[in-house]
Nanobody, 115 residues
């Protein structure tokens, strides 16, 4: 199993970014996918989840209405569209897959929200 995140960068408050997580090594279309983030000096927190078909999604309260998780099963990729970004969204963002009872993480992509 391999997960590779991309799309992070420096953005001003109020701006947008779209993160991608390319998955390989497992039957991507059969599994839920999750995004997490870890801000400097804080514990890693769950951000969003999407069901295998893409119809079921859920978010941590702090990002509801601003972030959208989606997936393209043909491309084995999950996305996180982040709008109205705030400085508190600054973190390393990770995607996670739970496959056959094991958790797999990518190496993360850094998002910095600053003016």
């Amino acid at each position: 199993v391999q997960l590779v995140e991309s799309g992070g960068g420096l953005v001003e408050p109020g701006g947008s970014l779209r993160l991608s997580c390319a998955a390989s090594g497992f039957s991507f279309a059969n599994y839920y996918m999750r995004w997490y983030r870890q801000a400097p000096g804080k514990e890693r927190e769950w951000v969003a989840v999407i069901g295998s078909a893409g119809s079921n999604t859920n978010y941590v309260d702090s990002v509801k209405g601003r972030f959208t998780i989606s997936r393209d099963n043909a491309k084995n990729t999950v996305y996180l569209q982040m709008n109205s970004l705030k400085p508190d969204d600054t973190a390393v963002y990770y995607c996670k897959a739970s496959v056959y009872g094991r958790e797999y993480w990518g190496k993360g992509t850094l998002v910095t929200v600053s003016s």
